[in-house]
């Protein structure tokens, strides 16, 4: 071995890569496959990243569907809560079949589609007592709050959601179903 200075050991010495230099043959193979820290190159980085991607895409359909869904069922004012007789009813036209909004001896609100599971009989027109109203064809009776005929007879129509704001009556249904309002 010689003292460092020979021309043999500076050709050795000059294609030996210095330790830790990044320029070895070896060393930038595995700087290659070795991505650097915070690039977003990484698999686990790219992981996370999808995820916060995923998340903000779902984000965005869920805040999407929920427009969507409040423009489909809109709140529409119907009137004052005088225009309806206590113990009677008043009719919303619509495409899709009337609705009958009913009005309580206490002033409690209620919305029914406007036609008598047995027999299509027209429920604004029938005889409101307590929450029920009794259709004027065949006398069925049904519960305001849910549509639901009471025993024995059997049926339900469909019931629509209301409010009462300050006086304001206002119907929960699909805006784009009204025609006109109407007083039965």
Do not use: Y
């Amino acid at each position: 071995m010689g003292t460092g200075f020979g021309v043999k050991e500076r050709e050795e010495k000059a294609l030996r890569p210095k330790v830790g230099t990044g320029f070895g043959v070896k060393e930038c193979e595995e700087k290659a496959l070795r991505p650097k820290v915070g690039t977003g190159f990484g698999i686990k980085e790219r992981e996370v990243k999808r995820s916060a991607q995923k998340r903000a895409t779902e984000r965005t359909i869920s805040n999407a569907l929920r427009s969507k869904i409040q423009t489909m069922s809109e709140w529409i004012e119907i009137g004052p809560i005088s225009e309806i007789p206590q113990l009677g009813a008043r009719i919303i036209r619509r495409e899709g079949g009337d609705i009958a909004i009913f009005r309580t001896s206490e002033d409690e609100i209620f919305a029914l589609d406007d036609s008598c599971p047995h027999k299509g009989g027209p429920l604004s027109q029938g005889i409101v007592h307590d929450c029920r109203v009794t259709c004027p064809l065949h006398n069925w009776v049904l519960e305001l709050k849910t549509g639901e005929a009471v025993a024995p007879d059997e049926g339900r129509v469909r019931s629509h959601a209301v409010e009462l704001r300050d006086g304001i009556v206002f119907l929960s249904i699909n805006s784009a179903d009204i025609e006109q309002k109407g007083a039965a």
